[in-house]
């Protein structure tokens, strides 16, 4: 029973932290989050494929998260799924999935890639958004 | 009522807000429409309209551990917060609340549904004023509510002044959601800056006469960042309408709700300890296309940790974020 335990314990933290050991985390930050739709998150084969069902309205966490060459809109599988929300952060992909390191490498917390852009092209749209907000923003001062 | 509330105007020592307070009272049968949102008025508003930059907001908030207890070393860097869906992790300061005053107004339910309990609710009243660790500059004012008014017993000075008996048991309907209002345009208009605006909500939430609606009331709270704690002196365990506003009120507001069932002394030490152990962070108000920001408080990297904070500002009015220049 103990020696299962062990076994079990040594698979589930060996990948994370050879991970970390091989420094293959990349790193990021989190510059928005907001609670969205789950229905990314519960889609699947039983989804796609099974009987038609009422979709379950919940609301999962969505986290725009920025590394030096790409930008990742990921998405929670449940409403509770919480990123640290630290300066940088360490992830790797993993599957289709990113894998998040939590509490220093001891486990990782996956989440489904809704979508993903270029860095330098995200950049730009962020420019434009802030200077159509600024536009707006002079233009309610003027009226 | 009319007088006391001219009195407290005069005690905020903002006499021009007399005449608002004044207006206030005479239009109490329709708070609705002296307090209607701008955008439904539009059409109707001929008053002049000033401009002016908001550019910090202020929230207080609460801390605790993965066993609800209060963190008592907690850094900036410890949390972020997530502000119109942006997360911010610079602060212009971080303090702790214990330094800010306070300005509170008590409220007492006297109408007919909480009669049988008002003696025991009016006695903890008066235990909480008196025994609580105030600050030297801390405001108390008290106010009771039944049949179609709320009554003022005593503004700001209730720390000396407030006596049991001045509680009278009137009975009738309960607006509970005008009277809140009230309480919320009070404090408005007695605000200062530093000042903290707390309500002790003490009723059994169950309203049956108020004509402002639960939505313009939490947008009011909202505006002015008044936090609600909210007693239940009805029975809490059972599931009812008025524990459910109750809740939703203190939630909102990022107060709390307690049920008057876990004794005075609880109560007491449960609210004290709560208003000393709030944390204030300001920040930049970040831009946002929406007047609205709704706010969340997540930690940075022990996820055990829980916070506690209003819902949501205006970055258009009073209350949340700070005037630094213009009118």
Redesign the interface.
Known sequence: MKRGFWLAFLLCSVPSLLAAQFGIYQHGS?????MGDCMLAHRGMMVAFGPPSIPIRDSCPEYTLVSPNVVYVIVGKTSNQ?I????VIDFRLQKNELAVR??DAKRESKFEIKEMFVRSDWDRIQRHI?AQ??A??VH??ER | MTSNFVKAAIRCNRPSRVLVLLLLVATLSRPDRLFALPSNNENESSDATY?STVSEVRLVFFATDEHNHNVQQLQKDD??I?DD???I?EFRSFTRSASIKLDVVVMIDSSESVLPHLQQVTADVAQLISRSPWNSGDLVSVMSFSGMEAHLICAETCRTSFRVDQVVPTGGATPLLDAVSLATTLLIHCRQQDVWPVILLFSDGDDTISKTSFRHVREKILESGTQIYAIDVGNSKRLSNGTATLQRLADDSGGRYVGLADGPVKILNDVMDDLHSGLLVTYLLP???SEFHSI?I??????NLQFRCRRGYYSHRFGSARQEDGP
């Open positions: 989190v510059v928005r989050m907001h919480l640290p929300l630290a300066e939590l509490d802030d907000m600024k707006a923003e309610d001062a | 401009h949390f972020a997530v869906e942006r997360v992790r831009k946002s296309s969340r997540l930690p940075t990297h022990n996820l």
